[in-house]
Structure formats: C-alpha cells, structure tokens
C-alpha cells in the first residue's frame, strides 16, 4: 500500500490495567506533513507515540507506517522511524560522536556509511562543534540536539518527536523549532506538545487530544475559522460616550457592547456579533456618518488557545 499516507491509525485503544489512556483513536498523517498531536498531561500523546515507534503494544485497533503493520512489521517500521522519546534518554558519560557512532551502528549502520551519516546529521543538528564533549556535560538544548541527531541517523522518513522543547529556554526553543521546521522539509514529521504555540509555530495540521479521544484534526487556520463566528471587533473612536454606546448597540448584527476608556479620549469598544457577522464595515459607516475619528478598527482571531479551551470544554460537558 502507498497512497501518500505515512501513517494510518484505526481505532486504536490502549488500556494500561482498567484505566483508558486511548479510547479508539484514528488518524492519518500524509507524506511530507509536519503534524502535532496536542494535548495535556495525561492526553494519551506519549502512549500514542510509543505505540508507532513498536515500544508498546496496543490493547486493539490497528496503526500502520509507510504500510507496515506496526505490530506484525515491527522490524521495517523501525527501520522508517527516527523516534526521540520524551526526557529523550542520552548516556551521560558518552562523547557526542562516539554516542551518535553507537547509536548507528545498532541502527545497523556500518563502516564508511556509517561514519558519514554521523558526521552528517551532526552537521544538520548543529552539534559538531561539540562532537568531543561529554553528552553530560552540554545544556539542555545541545542535548537535545543530539538526541535529534540519532533519531535522524539512519535516514528515516518518518521522525516522530515526543515534546521536542520540552525543558529548554526560550532562546533553545527558538533554535529547536527552527531546526523542526528545516527537518519537515525533508521528512514526514509527527510531534507531541502540550504547547499551544508550538503547533501553531512549527507545524501544517493539528491534533488535539484530550483523555484519549481525537477531539479536532484540522489546520491552525481551519481551526482558527470554525471559531471567526464569534469574533469580536475591536475599534478605538472618540466620540461621546453615551452617544457611541447607543449607536454601536444599534447597530444590526450587534450583540454586545464593551467599552472602556482610551488614551487622548478616545474610548475601546469590543463590539461581540451575533450570528456570523463582520462588524468591521458597519462600525466604519458608522464612524464616516458621525462624524468621529476611528484610530483602530480590527478583528480579533481567537488564539489556538481558545479553540482548545472551547472544544475540550465541549467535550468535557458532553460527558456530563
Ligand atoms: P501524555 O504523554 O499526553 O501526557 P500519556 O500517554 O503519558 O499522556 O498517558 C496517558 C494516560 O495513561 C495517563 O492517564 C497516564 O497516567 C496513563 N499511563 C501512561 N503510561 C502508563 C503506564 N506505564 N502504566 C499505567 N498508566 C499509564
Ligand atoms: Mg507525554
């Protein structure tokens, strides 16, 4: 089977003694895609992505990579994935090189091959300059650097990243990202994050999960759209203030009205629609016709944060 799809998962459910940490979760991830599985603690992202990688076996349900039956091709879909685990497990009292070298040859990697490839992601991953250095010895950032490196070693095309930022700074996750970003362009990508910005960063389709159940599957933007309905206008106008709030509360499509005081008299309105409207050209006649001045006339977009709140809100109440 090759269809551009990496990975197909189906139903997939684990259960670790009675409790669900997957509850029949299916999802696909094409070729070429960089994905985020987003999600808080406890979400199922690790399970998930321990189960891909052939560390865990599931309770029922099946997943696939590059077509390879994840349970009965364990050896083949292992050799497709470079996988870095979460705390991502590096030997301290080894020197980068001589761990990168070790790391290839069980990855079956031998001789010249084998000594090139690790010079080579050495160079992808920024960590040459350091390649005589006590793994123990580098920071957080460089560690996990070369914990990228040895997941890239034997050219998989598939990486898989279990909270690739997770522990570092902000400058070490600017660079780290950066460094995902250079990846996707050349590999299938499948990243867990508990952060929301991080998807939004680094990666072209979300998933979120919550207590084991894929709860959305779409782009940032897509998500972003399904919420525009609510979204407010956000306008700065001077105008009397009695005045401003009766006509903007006339207005059709408005349902409420916010308003707090500016700078050089001017005053903030957070006008909510109802329905699906776009205030934005109503607000501006309005502004024309009385003659006021408009400094600020913008729509808000709801931050992947709101979605996320929203749609696991809704799913919390469901099960109510
Ligand atoms: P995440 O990576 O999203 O934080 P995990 O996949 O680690 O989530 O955990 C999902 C659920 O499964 C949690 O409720 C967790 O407590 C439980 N869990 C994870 N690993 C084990 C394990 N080895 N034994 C028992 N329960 C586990
Ligand atoms: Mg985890």
């Keep these: 089977m090759n269809d551009g799809s990496m990975i197909r998962v189906d139903k997939l459910t684990k259960e670790y003694g009675g409790n ?3 509850d ?8 070429g895609e960089i994905v985020g599985l987003l999600g808080p603690n406890g979400a199922g992202k690790t399970t998930t992505l321990r189960i891909l990688s052939c ?3 599931a309770t029922s349900g099946y997943a696939s990579v590059a077509g390879h039956d994840v349970f009965s091709a364990s050896e083949k879909v292992r050799k497709c994935i470079g996988y870095m685990p979460e705390n991502n497990p590096l030997y301290p009292e080894m020197r980068v090189r ?3 070298q070790f790391r290839a040859k069980i990855k079956g990697l031998r001789g010249q091959n084998c000594d090139h490839r690790v010079n080579t992601v050495m160079e992808e991953c920024g960590v040459a300059d350091v390649h005589r250095k006590l793994i123990g010895h580098l920071s957080k950032g460089y560690r996990q650097r070369v914990g990228l490196a040895d997941a890239l070693v034997h050219e998989p095309d598939l990486i898989i990243l279990d909270e690739p930022t997770q522990g570092l700074d902000p400058n070490q996750i600017r660079s780290v990202r950066e460094l995902i970003k250079e990846l996707g362009k050349a590999h299938t990508v499948l990243l867990s994050t508990h ?10 389709r979300v998933l979120i999960l919550h207590k084991g159940r894929i709860l959305a599957a779409d782009t940032p933007e897509n998500l972003q759209a399904v919420m525009s309905d609510s979204s407010q206008v956000i306008a700065e106008i001077k105008a009397p203030l009695g005045r401003l709030r009766l006509e903007l509360e006339d207005l059709p499509g408005v349902g409420y009205v916010d308003i ?5 008299d001017y005053f903030r309105c957070s006008i909510t629609p109802v329905g699906g409207a776009d205030l934005r050209e109503e607000v501006y006649r309005l502004a024309r016709s009385e003659g006021w001045d ?10 992947l ?4 709140i929203h749609i696991t809100r809704r799913n919390g109440e469901e099960e109510e």
């Design 20 to 22: 669900l940490a997957l």
């Design 24 to 31: 029949a979760v299916s999802f696909d991830v094409g070729k």
């Design 55 to 57: 560390y865990l076996p």
């Design 98 to 100: 001589e761990y990168l």
């Design 195 to 204: 952060i929301l910005s991080e998807v939004e960063m680094t990666c072209n």
């Design 260 to 264: 707090t005081a500016s700078d050089g």
């Design 294 to 303: 408009l400094r600020e006339l913008r729509r808000c977009r709801h931050s």
């Design 305 to 308: 944060e709101d979605i996320f």
